[in-house]
């Protein structure tokens, strides 16, 4: 099995920062796309910004220039830097990763982390 850990959430202002992280272990092979999205209370899940092994990033147009989607391949690990926090960034983040398992199977499966709580309130 695979687990995804985030942590960084918490509570800031608007104007603010956070680093939010996800770390994967567990029976890894490979990771293909990793990804951020938040669900804010009543709405749906929706994408943040995701990012390929080789390091090209996609971002929503909602945290372009303010967000920052990076991964270390070597680490398995995920970061999203957040500047200029605004009170609608408030939301659990979720980490996301495509993993392959097996060395003789090429195959992805799928996870999600627990999620972390980003709240941006004065």
């Known amino acids: 099995q695979v687990q995804l850990v985030e942590s960084g959430g918490g509570l800031v202002q608007p104007g603010g920062s956070l680093r939010l992280s996800c770390a994967a272990s567990?029976?890894?092979?490979?990771?293909?796309?990793m990804g951020w999205y938040r669900q804010a209370s009543g709405k749906e899940r929706e994408l943040v910004a995701t990012i390929t092994s080789g390091g090209s990033t996609n971002y929503a147009d909602f945290v372009k220039g303010r967000f920052t989607i990076s991964r270390d391949n070597a680490k398995n690990t995920l970061d999203l830097q957040m500047n200029s926090l605004k009170p609608e960034d408030t939301a659990v983040y979720y980490c996301n990763a495509d993993v392959r398992q097996h060395a003789l199977l090429y195959s992805y499966t799928n996870y999600w982390g627990q999620g972390t709580q980003v709240t941006v309130s004065s």
């Open positions: 567990g029976r890894i092979f490979s990771i293909n796309d």
